[in-house]
Nanobody, 120 residues
Framework: QVQLIESGGGLVQAGGSLRLSCVAS????????MGWFRQAPGKEREFVAR????????FYADSLKGRFTISRDNAKKTVYLQMNSLKAEDTAVYYC?????????????WGQGTQVTVSS
């Protein structure tokens, strides 16, 4: 089992930045992939970014490359999402995710989500 707790969401003006955090507990940190998804109002949940299982590689949604950066602190068992040059369309609930099922390419564990609102 993996438990995930996100923080760092809030209200920000367009062009601003936010950094989300996700603290993991349960299974040994680093033994599973971790990443982020988001879900905007009225839309399906979409992939944002993730680490590979060993943490050696990162993957991003093409549309977010260059603005969003995923990082991690193994000592703190935490994954971060740095979001820069935010746009109104980045408004969504952001979910931390862990332990990908590589057959379905979906995570097995989810956090409760943190709201990010970008005002234009």
């Amino acid at each position: 089992q993996v438990q995930l707790i996100e923080s760092g969401g809030g209200l920000v003006q367009a062009g601003g930045s936010l950094r989300l955090s996700c603290v993991a507990s349960g299974r040994t940190f680093g033994s599973y992939a971790m990443g982020w998804f988001r879900q905007a109002p009225g839309k399906e949940r979409e992939f944002v970014a993730r680490f590979s299982r060993n943490g050696g590689a990162t993957f991003y949604a093409d549309s977010l490359k260059g603005r969003f950066t995923i990082s991690r602190d193994n000592a703190k068992k935490t994954v971060y999402l740095q979001m820069n040059s935010l746009k109104a369309e980045d408004t969504a609930v952001y979910y931390c995710a862990a332990d990908w099922n590589y057959t379905t390419m979906t995570p097995r564990y989810w956090g409760q989500g943190t709201q990010v609102t970008v005002s234009s």
